[in-house]
């Protein structure tokens, strides 16, 4: 975070500066130098000032490891006249630096975590550790560490140093990248690179469990922090959204219709059915996968983090809140339904990054290039649901108060057209050529597939986006059971197509076709005006953006519109069924009590392949 000085606080610090009082700063313990700008510019500016000092200083100090190993083992008075010489260069241009950032208010430096804290363990002792790394961590990170915490941390990161060393040094044989890659991993490398993984997914959720808005364990925690709009709306969310696998039917769908992914998207969500074995401890098939993925060549290297490939996310935008898993019993369900969900999503990702990767070798471009990276990296994540929001990505919490997904909207925007509208990958040729390519594979397989299926079962299937059964086919003719295989792409396209005049029967109108059959048309520049309660243009935004809305927000809806999705009358009950109740079971306990379930329709619904019976409608 940047800070500035008061005024005040400001002209001290460079009356001091003028009379070079700086100079022994180095020489003095964290809270001796702390307590020295503290009668400079006042508590509260010290810590950000000593802090930013230390940088400095560590900057300074990794600039020459070894003349500095001798001076912090024999004492200064066994350097030679040129190394005190040299070391108090360093010093001073360490100190200029470090006052010209503070008054002159320049952007801080941005240093790795755990490279910081690697490079406070080598250089001080551990009394002036803890102080520094207290004053660093407070301001960097916006928390306070205890001793006790902070030994945790420089044992996990000296162990994880010396694990990162010797795979810097494994994925250096070309041989072992290519087993890797090819699926011909030893068991001895799997073994190797699985012990960083694990040690890195672990210092990672331990650094993560000290920031301040870390979702605690517990159920008495949880509901500690019920204190706010936003966290009510995303529990609300978490409970529609869990107890399923639904990714692959949502997030995942591109996997179904693009014959290059079947293999990729059925091996993760294969993958994600691990977090329901019974013999691993709750959150350890997510952990494992976690692993996995960070000790690929590609996570070593960092080809991942330069393309901004949503692995690290800590929750998936559905299921926001963990505080259903804390419930005693049925926390379990809730728990493995949502640790599926990111296992599927982690693994899904980060093969389709590889691939994406070889193919930028392939075609002659540098993964190291920042533009091209970050590229490749928006086609994945709009792939699997994961949109980029540009300007407004730091408003995506808020965002996400008014709608279910903002970022999966996104996402199906982003690859319906290719990217067309997206600057970055606009701008990088192997990215739209793929984004374009999946497009393309994708709707060519769409619909031969349903015209195959079609000439099996006339009547269907509908490929008319103006066809109220669009990206459905049927599935029970007696009970008139539709399920949609195209996911979040079948409303989008719905609205779009009820919104633009085309032409049907010889006339140009906005046309739709009910689920009955029945063709309407609203006139473009007609004698007569829509007909009462006829369906309009208007009516199908409106349904979207309803149908998108939070489901926080469903209560206010539903009695707006004087009746919930299935048609029933709003109630206190429904209310607080249409609230909390998770969607999946809800559709199938429905199918129960209407006499027309089966257990094709409840392995569709519960991974994310809705089913409509239109028989009631």
Aim: aromatic content about 10%; overall charge positive; hydrophobic content about 40%.
């Amino acid at each position: 975070m940047n800070f500035c000085l008061p005024k005040f606080a400001h002209e001290a610090f460079i009356r001091e500066y003028k009379k070079s009082q700086f100079s022994t700063l180095e020489n003095l313990s964290s809270n001796d130098r702390r307590a020295f700008f503290k009668k400079l510019v006042g508590d509260e500016n010290a810590k950000n000032v000593n802090a930013l000092f230390e940088e400095k200083m560590l900057y300074n100090r990794r600039r020459n490891a070894n003349l500095l190993a001798k001076a912090s083992k024999k004492g200064r008075e066994f350097l030679t006249d040129g190394e005190k010489n040299y070391l108090k260069k360093l010093q001073t241009e360490g100190i200029d630096d470090w006052a010209s950032t503070v008054a002159g208010l320049k952007p801080e430096v941005k240093t790795e975590f755990i490279r910081k804290v690697n490079s406070i363990k080598d250089v001080m002792s551990e009394t002036d550790i803890q102080a520094m790394l207290s004053d660093f961590t407070d301001k960097r990170l916006g928390i306070n560490i205890t001793p006790e915490e902070t030994t945790t941390i420089l044992k996990k990161a000296n162990e994880l140093t010396a694990l990162k060393e010797k795979m810097d040094t494994i994925v250096q044989d070309p041989k072992y990248i290519e087993r890797q890659q090819t699926g011909k991993e030893t068991a001895a490398d799997f073994k190797t690179r699985m012990e960083y993984g694990k040690n890195k997914v672990a210092f990672d959720d331990y650094v993560s469990t000290l920031l301040p808005d870390t979702q605690a364990a517990g159920l008495i925690n949880a509901f500690k922090r019920l204190n706010s709009f936003e966290e009510w709306a995303s529990l609300v969310k978490s409970f529609k959204s869990s107890i399923d696998i639904s990714f692959t039917g949502n997030q995942g769908i591109n996997t179904i219709w693009n014959p290059l992914l079947w293999k990729k998207g059925a091996t993760s969500f294969l993958n994600s059915l691990k977090a329901f074995n019974p013999t691993l401890k709750s959150g350890e098939a997510l952990f494992l996968q976690k692993a996995e993925v960070a000790s690929r060549v590609n996570a070593i290297n960092g080809n991942y983090a330069r393309m901004k490939v949503s692995l690290g996310i800590g929750r998936e935008e559905a299921i926001p809140s963990n505080i259903p898993e804390q419930i005693p019993v049925l926390g379990r369900l809730f728990k493995v339904g949502s640790d599926a969900y990111a296992i599927n999503a982690v693994k899904l990702r980060a093969d389709l990054a590889d691939t994406m990767i070889e193919i930028s070798k392939k075609s002659g471009e540098n993964i190291k290039n920042k533009a091209h990276a970050e590229a490749l990296g928006e086609t994945i994540n709009s792939m699997t649901g994961r949109g980029g929001l540009n300007t407004f990505e730091g408003a995506s919490k808020k965002l996400n108060l008014y709608f279910y997904s903002v970022r999966l909207m996104k996402g199906v925007a982003n690859t319906l057209t290719a990217h067309q509208f997206n600057p970055k990958v606009k701008a990088d040729r192997v990215a739209l050529f793929q984004a374009r390519k999946n497009l393309a594979i994708s709707a060519t397989t769409f619909f031969t597939v349903m015209q195959i299926y079609e000439a099996i079962n006339p009547g269907s299937t509908a490929i008319d986006p103006r066809d109220s059964h669009f990206g459905q086919i049927r599935i029970d003719k007696a009970n008139d059971k539709w399920v949609n295989v195209v996911g979040p792409y079948r409303p989008i396209l719905k609205v779009m197509a009820s919104a633009i005049p085309t032409m049907h029967d010889g006339k140009w109108g906005f046309w739709r076709k009910s689920n009955k059959g029945v063709w309407t048309r609203i006139e473009i520049y007609g004698n007569k005006i829509a007909k009462f309660g006829q369906y309009t243009p208007l009516d199908a935004f409106q349904d979207f953006f309803t149908g998108k809305a939070a489901p926080i927000w469903s209560p206010i809806i539903n009695h707006w519109k004087g009746s919930d999705y299935s048609g029933k009358p709003p109630t206190p009950t429904n209310d607080a069924i249409n609230l909390l109740a998770p969607i999946t079971p809800v559709t199938l306990l429905t199918d129960w009590m209407n006499g027309n379930s089966s257990i094709s329709s409840a392995l569709l619904n519960t991974g994310g392949f809705s089913t409509t019976d239109y028989s009631k409608k």
